[in-house]
């Protein structure tokens, strides 16, 4: 299986900051890599697909970068509901496999 | 736009068989387009994809779960189920149905949820 390996684990920032979360997978997976969202209690949400797609109605200050085996996702201008988990999900390969998650908290 | 929303027991003994349904709004569960995903969540082992059904062309498990998972599609309910075999406190977790498309199956744009089920006697 396809090992996805995101850094940091944990990462402190506070409002107004620009984020960088990577993922780096075990083998290359094309552009086949969505970025979601989860907050405490709730499903995650889609924000990213095709390393780089922003998904409709997501803000503008998210974006994804990358190919193959390395992977960004950006927040230009942290905001408060941004206080979240993120995760990254290839879908290039069987079986589908997520990396650990990023908790980011407030600082 | 597809709704789906998760149900079943939250409670199962071990050795037993796990059993859930999600149910489809919104959109048809028989499209030849939709791929119907499970995918299991616990603190342990973080989100894990456990296999896909789409109505024409059946289904695909993840080799970790492939000797005791069965879904299936009921077409007069509208609802696509999950049936995990023999298990144990290691299953424990939420479960989440999610819709994938054609061309991109394990790209999950709706998600149920979630249904929590612990695995103790």
């Known amino acids: 299986a396809v090992r996805m390996t995101q850094s940091p684990s944990t990462f402190s920032a506070s409002t107004g900051d620009r984020v960088s979360i990577t993922c780096r997978a075990s083998?290359?997976?094309?552009?086949?890599l969505a970025w979601y969202q989860q907050k405490p209690g709730k499903a995650p949400k889609r924000l990213i697909y095709a390393a780089s797609t922003l998904e409709g109605g997501v803000p503008s200050r998210f974006s994804g970068s990358g190919s193959g085996t390395d992977f960004t996702l950006t927040i230009s201008c942290l905001q408060s509901e941004d206080f979240a988990s993120y995760y990254c999900q290839q879908y290039g390969n069987y079986p589908y496999t997520f990396g650990q998650g990023t908790r980011l908290e407030m600082k | 736009q597809v709704q789906l929303q998760e149900s079943g027991p939250g409670l199962v003994k071990p050795s037993e068989t796990l059993s859930l349904t999600c149910t489809v709004s919104g959109g048809s569960i028989t499209s030849y387009n939709y791929y119907w995903n499970w995918i299991r969540q616990s603190p342990e082992k973080g989100l894990e994809w456990i296999g896909y059904?789409?109505?024409?062309?059946?289904?695909y498990f993840n080799p970790s779960f492939k000797s005791r998972v069965t879904i299936s599609v009921d077409t007069s309910s509208h609802q696509c189920s999950l049936r995990l075999r023999s298990v144990t406190s290691a299953d424990t977790g939420i479960y989440y149905c999610?819709?994938?498309?054609?061309?991109?199956?394990?790209?999950?744009?709706?998600w149920g949820q979630g249904t929590m089920v612990t695995v103790s006697s």
């Open positions: 999610a819709k994938g498309a054609r061309g991109t199956p394990g790209n999950f744009d709706v």
């Open positions: 059904i789409n109505y024409s062309d059946g289904t």
């Open positions: 083998q290359g997976v094309s552009s086949y």
